[in-house]
């Protein structure tokens, strides 16, 4: 496998160019999500958002924001992009990866999104019991989900997903 472009903590001074592989990525459907209402009147998390870097480029990105489902702290992973020249070599996946160690290190016990379960289960997410997570607005659950960071983090998670 070629070597994959470095994944470092997004900065303050990275916003505006990772804003713009998102928008190319997703679109003007962007907004349309229903996790964006999770991202309305939130901040990502500075030291656990990551980015992958090409020479001065940004290539890839995964923000990280704080949420809760039910009464538990949780991090929602996305958006989640990656340049089209740099696409299936397994950055995504590094992303992904390195977002959730960064979570993990930071403390955080909980990962939730919603994506694809066959891609994200290479890192391991699995899907929410449909009846017990409630999501703010129309969403596939068989797309909500998780990864405990800690042990015993997802067990018999439940309620709704919330921005703090
Ligand atoms: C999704 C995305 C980040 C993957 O990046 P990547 O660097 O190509 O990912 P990887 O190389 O780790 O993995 C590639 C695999 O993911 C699959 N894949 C790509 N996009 C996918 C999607 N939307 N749903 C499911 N699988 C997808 C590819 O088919 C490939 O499968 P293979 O390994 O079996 O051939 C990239 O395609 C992208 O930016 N897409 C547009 C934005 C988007 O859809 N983000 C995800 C929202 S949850």
Not at 37 to 51: I, P, Y
Not at 67 to 85: I, M, N, Q, S
Not at 117 to 131: L, S
Not at 147 to 158: F, V, Y
């Amino acid at each position: 496998m070629s070597k994959l472009p470095p994944i470092t903590l997004e900065q303050p001074e990275d916003f505006a160019v990772v804003e713009s592989l998102i928008d190319q990525a997703f679109g003007p459907g962007r907004y349309a999500k229903s996790a964006e209402r999770l991202r309305e009147g939130n901040s990502h998390l500075a030291g656990v958002s990551v980015v992958a870097r090409e020479g001065g480029a940004i290539v890839g990105c995964a923000r990280m924001w704080p949420v809760k489902v039910g009464d538990r702290p949780a991090v929602l992973l996305g958006p989640f992009a990656v340049a089209d020249e740099q696409r299936n070599k397994g950055l995504g996946l590094a992303l992904v990866q390195a977002a959730c160690k960064a979570a993990a290190d930071a403390g955080h016990a909980l990962v939730i999104l919603v994506g694809d379960a066959k891609f994200f289960a290479r890192a391991k997410f699995e899907p929410v019991d449909p009846k017990a997570v409630f999501f703010p607005g129309p969403v596939d659950m068989r797309r909500v989900l998780t990864l405990a960071l800690k042990p015993g983090a997802a067990d018999g998670l439940g309620g709704a997903v919330t921005r703090p």
